[in-house]
């Protein structure tokens, strides 16, 4: 029988997954415990991850880092929500804002006395109740005053949009300091126990061999321990989320420098416009049962606001993710644990939530089945909570212009989903599924954004008048747009506070 102890950690491939890994670690087990990253300077990185989600701010809270000087490092820019064009139809704009909508008082949710009027045809829109959506439209941001409680500007949230290498790099380098090693080196094979099939080590290109007692697979899509050496299979989530590749290119910066992600809906696809201070993230995220590459390309290319600088890099991938998240003494992060396309930003949260569970079920050396099962169930909540909110975008739609969309109007989806979409139909109603990532306000937002219109409003609405919903509904829009009038715009924020310095030509 193994006897409990302490582990070396070796962590198998480094970019954002990996050095997110690295630097928790490092900081939360505080040199008890020999932690050894191993990594290939020719092995490039996906690298479209780079807009977030506020969780984020706890990763790098946690790290106690300080988020000035993460910004400068990273050419980040703040993030409050994202804009989705032409998803619900051709033509259509909204918001998916981060934080609260309106204010809550009373009996029911904020949204259902809004409804009730705009169902009406007597409320403007709701981007005009929530100080992030206000805020997005305005390109103004700032960060909470706490200092003011009882106003929207407490009530901020905000994520950010960073150059993924270079966050990797930035934390790299708070992880050696922390007593991380760094291996350079390609993986020639692996090595597992006689009996039990436990991985021992790897042996690099090189000859040498890294031993280990747990190991951290964030290998990306070649999954080389998880898949490579324990087989541990795949969920295809496709006949869902059917988009299997995507184009990535770099821009020049163009002026306003907006404080959200854009998506804008193509005709088997969807394309991403991430705003840094040094650049713009683009990329085309598309179905090749529905387009050529050489289309998706050329829409792209014809799509920029300003000239690339590059050109485009192509990414294959499989919606789904592995059957067990963690197999034996390997645990899966990142895409050699699954795959979500980035349309909500959520890559790098997935990370960080593989990275948080890790810590809470940290194993001893007898590897108990009850705690990797665990966590593999609360891994699986994670993607499938994460998944249905993306095939909402998909299903949501009254486009039926390309075979594409009408597939994704027409197909069935994971039955949780669908009493979601029923029961807001029936009257606006909403709920959030245990720790779910995706509060009642995001659902409500796409939702209502993709045209899936109420035929009603809770009846507890009506313990109010119409002249005191209307009234009520005035003052928070009014107390909004003081509000947003009075914030610096985003590239002001940045400039008086985080401003980077500017990228040297190689």
Avoid at 177 to 191: M, P
Avoid at 290 to 317: K, Q
Wanted: glycine share 8%; hydrophobic share 40%.
């Amino acid at each position: 029988m193994n006897e409990p102890g302490k582990l070396d950690v070796v962590i198998v491939g480094g970019g954002t997954s990996g050095w997110m890994t690295a630097a928790a670690m490092s900081q939360v087990l505080r040199g008890k415990y020999n932690i050894t990253l191993v990594e290939s300077d020719e092995i490039g990185t996906i690298g479209v991850g780079e807009a977030t989600i506020p969780m984020i701010a706890l990763f790098n809270s946690m790290l106690q880092i300080d988020e000035n000087e993460f910004m400068r490092e990273t050419q980040a820019s703040f993030k409050l929500g994202i804009e989705f064009v032409n998803w619900g139809r051709l033509g259509d704009r909204y918001v998916h804002g981060f934080g609260n909508i309106g204010q809550e008082v009373w009996t029911v949710d904020f949204h259902q006395y809004w409804l009730k009027q705009y169902l009406a045809g007597k409320a403007p829109e709701l981007d005009k109740f929530s100080i992030n959506t206000a805020a997005c439209a305005a390109n103004k941001f700032m960060r909470p005053r706490m200092d003011m409680p009882k106003s929207p500007l407490s009530q901020i949230r905000y994520a950010f949009h960073f150059d993924a290498t270079l966050y990797a790099r930035y934390l790299r380098k708070y992880a050696e300091q922390r007593g991380v090693k760094r291996i350079e080196g390609r993986i020639a094979s692996v090595q597992q126990r006689e009996g039990d099939g436990f991985v021992s080590s790897v042996t690099l290109q090189s000859g040498q061999v890294v031993e280990g007692g747990l190991f951290v697979d964030c290998s990306g899509f070649r999954a080389l321990l998880i898949e490579g050496a324990l087989k541990t299979g795949y969920e295809d989530w496709s006949h869902w989320l059917p988009c299997d590749r995507a184009l990535a290119v770099p821009s020049q910066s163009v002026q306003p420098l907006t404080p959200y992600t854009r998506s804008t809906a193509r005709s088997a696809g969807w394309q991403w416009r991430i705003p840094l201070q040094h650049r713009i993230g683009n990329g085309h995220v598309y179905c090749s049962k529905y387009m050529s590459d050489d289309e998706a390309t050329a829409i792209l290319m014809s799509n920029l606001d300003s000239p690339p600088l590059a050109d485009p890099r192509p990414v294959r991938f499989q919606t789904g993710r592995r059957k067990k998240s963690w197999n034996k003494n390997v645990v899966a992060v990142g895409l050699a644990s699954g795959f979500l396309e980035p349309l909500e930003s959520t890559s790098i949260h997935l990370v960080q939530m593989a990275i948080a569970h890790l810590l809470t079920y940290f194993p001893t050396n007898g590897f108990d089945p009850s705690v990797t099962d665990q966590f593999n169930r609360m891994m699986t909540m994670e993607y499938e909570w994460v998944r249905d909110f993306i095939i909402l975008h998909y299903k949501a739609t009254q486009r039926d212009d390309s075979p594409f969309w009408r597939y994704c109007r027409d197909m069935e989806v994971p039955e949780l989903l669908r009493n979601r979409m029923a029961l807001f139909q029936a009257d606006g109603r909403v709920f959030r599924e245990g720790e779910e990532l995706f509060a009642k306000t995001s659902w409500i937002q796409v939702m209502h954004g993709q045209r899936l219109q109420p035929r009603g409003y809770h009846p507890l609405t009506d313990l109010l008048s119409e002249q005191e919903i209307a009234t009520y509904l005035d003052e928070v829009a009014g107390v909004i747009g003081a509000c947003v009038d009075v914030m610096p715009s985003h590239e002001q924020f940045i400039a008086d506070h985080c401003a980077a310095a500017p990228i040297r030509a190689a």
